[in-house]
């Protein structure tokens, strides 16, 4: 059984920094997709950052690009996600997901497993 843990969230002021970490079990993250999601109130869910292949090959929302570092740990079997400079717009839930490393990694619907979420509050 596939399961995925988040961590992290919390409430930070503009500017600031939080890590979150997503614990994954029952598949092995270097043969996989892992990305990170976010949804906002009101608002639908959002591609964050995603990092794939024996390479680590990252991808980045516009959004986030030059503030977020997406990075894992294999002995760990975690995926950790980076976030500088927080902005009160940054302010959601975010989700870590897993699916197969051929999927289009801005597409929710390639990604097969979910987290619960981990809420990140960034007042201002």
């Known amino acids: 059984q596939v399961q995925l843990v988040e961590s992290g969230g919390g409430l930070v002021q503009a500017g600031g920094s939080l890590r979150l970490s997503c614990a994954a079990s029952?598949?092995?993250?270097?043969?996989?997709?892992m990305g990170w999601f976010r949804q906002g109130p009101g608002k639908d869910r959002e591609f964050v950052a995603d990092?794939?292949?024996?390479?680590?090959?990252?991808y980045y929302a516009d959004s986030v690009k030059g503030r977020f570092g997406i990075s894992r740990d294999y002995a760990k079997n975690t995926v950790f996600l980076q976030m500088n400079s927080l902005k009160p717009e940054d302010t959601a839930v975010y989700y870590c997901?897993?699916?197969?490393?051929?999927?289009?990694?801005?597409?929710?619907?390639?990604?097969?497993?979910w987290g619960q979420g981990t809420q990140v509050t960034v007042s201002s």
């Open positions: 990092i794939r292949g024996i390479r680590a090959s990252t």
């Open positions: 029952g598949r092995t993250i270097s043969s996989y997709a």
């Open positions: 997901a897993i699916g197969p490393i051929h999927g289009y990694y801005v597409d929710p619907r390639e990604y097969d497993y």
